[in-house]
């Protein structure tokens, strides 16, 4: 959602855009940002759009869970939040589980390929996006939904309450270990690009002939290659998307493959 103080705070180079999570905002700060100026701004906002909190994001994600890099600016020091997203509802804490709004069209994308009973194993599924939209749109039988972050687990387990899908089988455990889940699966999902390679490999050596795989790649190209040649050159076979584009030469591509 946009601040209605964006043009003005677009034009100081702040921040870009104001997300608004139930009644916290927040801002995408630039790489280096004057902390004061940044502060005041976030107060003034937070008055005009009526929230309870402003924190900034700096780029990137950290750790093996991913976690977003936040810093909080104004008001009450709180990021667990309420946060609606294709007709679901979520609660998390932004700063203990991953969080990114630019995924949205893709959980609700695959949902949507989803088929009625399907047996779906989701290997990272953070506070259940994902498996919670595969069971609540797709009608999916059963969603196994893997997480290494206990705070994803807590969340999912929330979550799947709150929306009314007990298909959704939240797991805390190690998706890229023995999972013998997988084996049963029609579907795949494994959105964790940075590490598609491991993922692709323990999908490869343990599912069934033609199960659906949604996997989400990390492409590296050099100047004037096209991400989407690239990633088909690396899982050849498959429907490619860029989801996003992390430098001018780092794209996360989406890949729908049938083993
Ligand atoms: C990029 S996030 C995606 C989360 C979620 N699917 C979403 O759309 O918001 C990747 C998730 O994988 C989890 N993860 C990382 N390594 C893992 C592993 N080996 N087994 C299971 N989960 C893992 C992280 O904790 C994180 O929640």
């Known amino acids: 959602m946009e601040g209605s103080d964006t043009e003005g705070i677009k034009s100081l180079g702040l921040w870009k855009r104001v997300e608004v999570l139930g009644d916290v905002g927040i801002i995408s700060l630039p790489f280096q940002y004057d902390e004061k100026k940044a502060r005041e701004l976030a107060q003034r ?10 924190w900034g994001r700096l780029r990137g994600t950290e750790g093996e869970h991913r976690l977003g890099n936040y810093v909080h600016l104004a008001g009450e020091k709180r990021s667990e939040v309420i946060y609606k997203e294709n007709g679901c509802t979520f609660f998390l804490d932004f700063r203990k589980v991953f969080f990114s709004q630019t995924l949205s069209f893709e959980h609700l994308r695959v949902a949507r390929e989803v088929r009625r009973g399907e047996i779906i194993v989701n290997m990272f599924s953070g506070y259940g996006p994902f498996s919670i939209l595969a069971a609540k749109l797709g009608d999916a039988s059963v969603v196994y939904s893997f997480d290494i ?62 199960v659906m795989v949604n996997l989400y790649v990390e492409v590296q190209v050099e100047r004037e290659e096209d991400p989407l040649q690239k990633a088909s050159l690396m899982i050849p076979g498959g429907k490619y998307r860029v989801v996003r584009s992390l430098k001018p030469s780092l794209y996360h591509v989406a890949v729908d493959i049938q083993l």
Do not use: C, F
Request: hydrophobic share 40%.
């Open 149 to 210: 972050n206990p705070y994803g687990y807590y969340y999912m387990h929330i979550n799947r309450w709150i929306n009314r899908t007990p298909q959704v089988i939240p797991i805390l455990r190690d998706s890229l270990g023995r999972v013998r889940e997988i084996r049963e699966a029609d579907r795949i999902i494994a959105p964790l690009p940075e590490r598609w390679r491991n993922a692709w490999e323990v999908i490869v050596k343990n599912a069934r002939k033609g």
């Open 45 to 54: 906002l937070m008055k005009q759009m009526r929230l309870r909190s402003i």
